[in-house]
């Protein structure tokens, strides 16, 4: 298994392909054993071999990308579990891709639950804080295509009640603001987001409180938003993966 490895390895490192002799040379093995295992990978779709040169096959592609996937979910775990233990509060992590609220992460404690998923995230991104914020970072007509698949409606007393309210607390949001909501999604919760800027994705990281502690969320947010400012290289490259 390891020697498989390092003689993809070699391959990646040739954008244009590289012949049997050269990738045994480089992955330190004698060339039987190369030519036995870069047949191998070939015939599992690993490698192709294109007039006497390998390159990396579809199979190779979506080893990479899981674990391109797998490393931005350990990366931000590790920050967002720091952030929950500094500040002492359960932290979120979203993105909007392909029209949809998608939470990445989710780090409480025994002493700092997050909030339950009681109604889906997707479903319901007019309500918490986490869709609010990923949804105010959109342009209008994306804002306005989300609501025609998701529409608003009432999932608490507090929740927005129509889409041109909401609309309206979008434009009225000023630039990197946190979002902050009240029991809109979950009795007895408080939450806020902060906008996260990552190129063309939509971003935030986010947290929440028991209601009676409602004193501390904007004081917490703004402390999270500093500690985000100097991560932003890391969280960044996280969600570019």
Do not use: N
């Not at 490192?13 to 070939?42: D, F, I, N, S, V």
């Not at 100097?230 to 570019?240: C, E, Q, V, Y």
Request: charged share 25%; aromatic share 6%.
């Amino acid at each position: 298994m390891q020697r498989a490895l390092r003689l993809l390895e070699a391959v990646s490192a040739h954008a244009g392909g590289a012949p049997a002799k050269q990738l045994a040379r480089e992955a330190g093995m004698p060339l039987p054993t190369a030519y036995h295992l870069l047949r191998t990978l070939a015939h599992e779709g690993y490698l192709l071999r294109d007039k006497g040169l390998y390159v990396l096959g579809d199979a190779a592609e979506r080893l990479a990308s899981s674990g391109a996937k797998e490393k931005r979910r350990t990366m931000i775990g590790e920050v967002m579990e720091h952030w929950r233990d500094v500040i002492g509060v359960p932290t979120y992590f979203a993105l909007y891709r392909d029209g949809e609220v998608a939470v990445e992460a989710v780090a409480d404690s025994q002493g700092a639950r997050a909030v339950e998923e009681w109604a889906d995230f997707r479903q319901t991104a007019h309500a918490h804080a986490i869709g609010q914020c990923l949804l105010s970072q959109l342009d209008t007509e994306s804002q306005r295509d989300h609501l025609s698949r998701h529409r608003v409606q009432s999932i608490t007393p507090y929740t927005v009640r129509d889409e041109k309210t909401l609309l309206r607390r979008f434009a009225a949001l000023g630039r990197m603001q946190p979002v902050i909501e009240r029991q809109e999604y979950a009795l007895g919760q408080v939450c806020a987001a902060i906008p996260i800027t990552a190129g063309s994705t939509a971003a935030t990281m986010a947290i929440s409180l028991p209601a009676h502690q409602a004193a501390r969320l904007l004081p917490a947010a703004r402390r999270l938003q500093t500690e985000v400012g100097r991560k932003l290289g890391t969280l960044a490259f996280s969600i570019s993966l």
